[in-house]
């Protein structure tokens, strides 16, 4: 429930026009929930995802599948990896909005004269407004609790298998998660 909580809070922070194609940079947990998330405030997700299990999920969920070249004016970063720094900033169109969801602390590469001359706006989303933006979600949990569900491993990791949860991420397409 919270990172689709968060994933609203972005919608809502990047406000793209209603039914506008939105680039999702990552389709992880985060970006996959976000693509739901722009599919039921009807929008249409565009993905970006170089794993094929994680691409095929967002794809399953009705997202479409980046054309290489295209332009947009709203990008939202999921992934927080620094290679998808420039898959985002090339696709944001002239006076576009890119959206950080994704964090990485290490050293990452942005040519600011680019985004400059193009008048980007780029804005950070950490978490949400509470307990407004979680109560408006709870409000709208039964039109999208199964498309949220089939996001998730079914079975979590028990207590002492969190290694195995961890190792398990790398090469999962839904959510991993651990259960006390």
């Not at 990896?81 to 994704?102: E, K, N």
């Not at 290490?106 to 001359?117: A, E, R």
Request: proline residues 7%; charged residues 20%; hydrophobic residues 45%.
């Amino acid at each position: 429930m919270e990172p689709w909580v968060v994933t609203r809070a972005a919608l809502r922070r990047a406000a793209p026009e209603r039914g506008s194609r939105c680039l999702v940079v990552g389709a992880g947990s985060q970006g996959t929930l976000l693509c739901a998330t722009l599919l039921a405030a009807g929008h249409v997700p565009v993905v970006a995802e170089p794993h094929d299990g994680r691409r095929r999920r967002a794809l399953d969920l009705g997202a479409e599948e980046l054309v290489p070249g295209e332009v947009f004016a709203t990008v939202f970063e999921t992934s927080g990896a620094p290679a998808a720094w420039s898959t985002a900033t090339a696709a944001v169109d002239r006076a576009g909005t890119l959206l950080l969801i994704g964090q990485h602390d290490g050293p990452s590469t942005v040519n600011t004269h680019d985004l400059v001359q193009r008048q980007v706006t780029v804005t950070g989303s950490l978490i949400y407004d509470h307990p407004h933006d979680f109560a408006a979600a709870l409000a709208d949990l039964p039109a999208v609790a199964d498309t949220l569900a089939g996001l998730m491993e079914p079975e979590p990791f028990g207590p002492g298998r969190a290694g195995a949860a961890f190792d398990a991420v790398a090469g999962a397409d839904r959510k991993v998660w651990l259960a006390p």
